[in-house]
Structures are given as structure tokens and as C-alpha cells.
């Protein structure tokens, strides 16, 4: 503590600082302009990240914006520690703590280390990026960047253990109680790990990958050991523990490469319907959107009898399926469909209905040449 207060001491009596606020007015006035700026530097500092985030990765930017606003914390509390002048009393609740020059050295040891640990995952995941963008797919890029992430951090947290003093093997005396509390405690937490193992060596959906979960649909952004993200259509991040993800129906849109899309129209009944599906089926293979695969074919198909048309289903197949290039390509093919039947006159009819009437025993009819009788005046009651 003594040489923890000789280092300290110089910065924590700085005489300008406590010469711009000698009176209590004065050195309530600088506290109040001191954290006017901390609060303005903060949302300088949260305000120029979407900025910094085009350009430079967004991990790096979010380490910076952390050291930065640690840095301003830390000013910002110098600062009212001098004007203030609470020397004494913060090194008083420092002397508490008891912490001599090895331990301190021992804890600037391991949070070194923890800082070390940290930049090794960095590095990993961009070497993984970088040099095995052509030869490890994606999917086996994200399994062997959090294996390399928990292995990294187990051997630094036993190292931190060991420097304070904890035998890392005396945890294990106690583990099987304690396994018992935690997983009681922790048991959906344990399972979506569990589950999260299983999805990254199962493979069922992998990053960049258009999938639906239950009610969840969009793009695959990443797999941990904990959850899986997905990106919406809206621009929504959607995370999904991993045990439901696992005991949910998913269905992988991009795994084949290709994706069959289709819609229904209906043709007039008074149509040709050979006619009609060959000039929907040639419109489609005429139609020029790159999505479009020429094999397998386009093709219609009958799918039954509307109340005012008969149904047709137009079916046809897209490249490298994505939201955005099915409902390019779709409306692409339903407007060169509908050209062709105007070209063709052929009717794309509106919901019809036919109304009948039958002759009941003492009712009346609503069509034909008889009108129904007026009833009869009423020669009983009082004249009005």
C-alpha cells in the first residue's frame, strides 16, 4: 500500500486541477462540467461506432469504444478525487483491501493473462478467416474457432486459479455435489451446450444458410455452443437457445443449392386448358431472370376445380435460394405468365357465382313469368 500511495500520490494531488475550484461553489460547478463531458464523450463514442463499423471490423470497434470509455471513467474519477480533495479517504478504503506488491503484481499477472486469452481467440478466429477461407467451409471455421475458444480460456483460467493460490485438482473433490447443484440449477443452460455440440458436428444448418425454426425464418449469422442467430428479413437478429432449436422441425432451404417455387393461377372454364397451362409453361421458359433454372424444366400441372376456375399450379426452380432472388424471380414469372394469357386472350376469370331457384309447395319462384300474388286486404278490421 505504501508504494501503491508513492506512485498514486503525485496524480492525485495535482495542484492546477485543485486551484480551478477552491470554493465549495467552484468545486460543485467543475463536477457538474466534468460529467457533462464524460456523458458527451460517451455518446460521441457510441455515436461514431455505426460509422467506424463500415469500415473497420466490428469486434475491433467495440474494443476500442471499451478502452476509450474506461479510459473517460477513469479520468473522470481522477478528476473529482482532486477537486474534491478525498486523497485520504480513497486511499483509506484502499488500505482495507490489504493488497501489498505481490499481490498486486499477482493480479496484474492474471488479468494480463485474461487479456492474453482474449487477443489468442482474436487471433484464431482471424487466421481461420484469413488463411482457411478456400479450404474449411464456414460451418467447420465456427466449430473450430469455439473448441480453440474454450480450450484457450480453461488453460488461462487455470492459470489465474493457480496464481491465487487455488490447486486447480482441489476443485474436482468437490465436483460431483456440486455438478449436482449446478445442473439442477443450470439444467437448460447445460442442455442448449449439450445441444449446441450436437448441432455443430451434426451440421443441420450451417452460417449463410436460409432456414425456418418453428416460427423463426432468415438467415443463419452464427452457431455457438450456447444459441443460434438468425438475421429476418426485417434486419432482426433472432437468438434461439440451442436445445430448441434441436428438438424443433428445421427446414434448410439452401442446402441443395437449388429451391422449386410455385404458384397457382386460374383459367376461365370456357378456356382451353391444354392451351392455356402450354402458354403459361412457354412464358416460363422464355422468361430472362438469372435465378431461373432451364433444368430441371418449368412445368404446370392441374391442381383441381375453383368455384369460378380451374387451378393451375406453375412450378419452376431458382440457383442458390435466397429470399430475395425466389420473390425476384417469382414476380418475374407470374407478370411474364400473365402478359402471355393477354396476349393470348385467355381469361383469368373473377369469383363467379350462379343463382337457381326451385318451386317449393306454397312458396314462390324468383325467376320465370309468374310475379308473386299480393295478399289479400284485410276486410275484418276498422277502416282508418
Known sequence: MTLLRSVAAPLLQAGWVQSLASTGDEQ?????????????????????????????????????QAVLVTLAAAATSWFLVVVWRIVD?????????????????????????????????????????????DVI?????EVIHHFLQLAIYIVASTFVLSLAG???????????????????????????????????FARPLEVGDWVVVDDNEGIVVDVTLFNTELRTWDD????IPNDEVASSSI??????????????????????????????????NECDVSPLLSKPSPSVVGRGFGDSAVLLECRFWI?????????????????????????????????QRELTARDEGDGFRLAGDRQPTAPAANTDGDQQ
Do not use: C
Open 251 to 284: 427446414v434448410n432451404r439452401s442446402r441443395s443449392g437449388r429451391l422449386r417455387v410455385s404458384f397457382k393461377i386460374g383459367v376461365d372454364y370456357e378456356a382451353d386448358v391444354t392451351r392455356a397451362a402450354a402458354v403459361a409453361e412457354g412464358a416460363m
Open 28 to 64: 460543485l460547478l467543475a463536477s457538474l462540467v466534468v460529467v457533462a463531458g464524460f456523458v458527451l464523450v460517451l455518446f460521441l463514442i457510441r455515436a461514431l461506432g455505426p460509422r467506424l463499423k463500415e469500415r473497420y471490423p466490428a469486434d475491433d470497434v467495440e474494443a476500442v
Open 166 to 200: 487455488v490447486n486447480p485438482a482441489n476443485l474436482l473433490v468437490g465436483a460431483g455435489a456440486i455438478g449436482l447443484v449446478v445442473g439442477l440449477a443450470a439444467r437448460q443452460t447445460l442442455g442448449a451446450i449439450l445441444a449446441g455440440i450436437v448441432l455443430l
Open 319 to 351: 440457383s442458390d435460394p435466397s429470399a430475395r432472388r425466389k420473390w425476384r424471380t417469382q414476380t418475374a414469372v407470374i407478370r411474364a405468365v400473365k402478359e402471355a394469357f393477354d396476349e393470348e386472350g385467355i381469361k383469368i376469370p373473377y369469383p
Open 89 to 133: 479517504e480513497v486511499f483509506a478504503s484502499l488500505a482495507v483491501i490489504r493488497v501489498g506488491p505481490r499481490q498486486g503484481a499477482l493480479a496484474l499477472v492474471g488479468v494480463l493473462t485474461l487479456i492474453i486469452a482474449y487477443t489468442l481467440t482474436r487471433v484464431t478466429r482471424g487466421v481461420l478467416e484469413d488463411r482457411g477461407g
Open 137 to 141: 467451409t464456414a460451418h467447420r471455421r
Open 236 to 239: 432482426e437478429h433472432v437468438m
